[in-house]
């Protein structure tokens, strides 16, 4: 994991206005989760302060929470969370590309959810891990 500031910003975050496709597992992987459920896990994990951005996929209904490369298949994660490491693609939005969830603006842009990215947009793979089972239930 690169080391960056909170004011400095990953190579692969693309600052041109576009979507950018990435692949997983290089600098980071990432854990998908029902768009529904997500917005259940968002608020646990804003009271930790530990969540990196989220990214939103409106046409999916689904959220992304980037995690260190290598961590999304060294666990079992609850029924209903896809863990995604090498080998899948993620399209990750420009950094300006911020908006809510439902807020009615119509569009089907993959974007950052609630908050701009920030640092390494990684988020604490086990802090991740504990908010999602208190919303899915604990992993098999």
């Not at 997500?38 to 951005?53: F, K, M």
């Not at 290598?70 to 209903?80: E, I, L």
């Not at 439902?102 to 908050?115: C, T």
């Not at 640092?119 to 604990?138: I, K």
Request: aromatic letters at 10%; charged letters at 15%; one cysteine or more.
């Amino acid at each position: 994991m690169a080391t960056t500031t909170p004011f400095s910003l990953p190579s692969w975050l693309p600052l041109d206005g576009r979507v950018w496709i990435r692949p997983l597992g290089e600098g980071f992987d990432a854990v998908r989760v029902p768009l529904l459920q997500g917005l259940y896990v968002l608020p646990r994990l804003a009271l930790t302060g530990l969540s990196g951005p989220v990214v939103e996929d409106p046409v999916q209904g689904v959220l992304h929470w980037l995690i260190p490369a290598g961590d999304a298949t060294a666990r079992w994660w609850p029924v209903g969370v896809t863990p995604l490491g090498r080998g899948a693609l993620l399209a990750i939005p420009s950094v300006g590309s911020v908006r809510g969830p439902w807020d009615g603006d119509g569009g089907s842009e993959v974007r950052w959810l609630g908050i701009r990215p920030y640092g390494d947009c990684l988020t604490d793979p086990d802090v991740l891990y504990g908010a999602l089972c208190r919303v899915f239930g604990e992993a098999p």
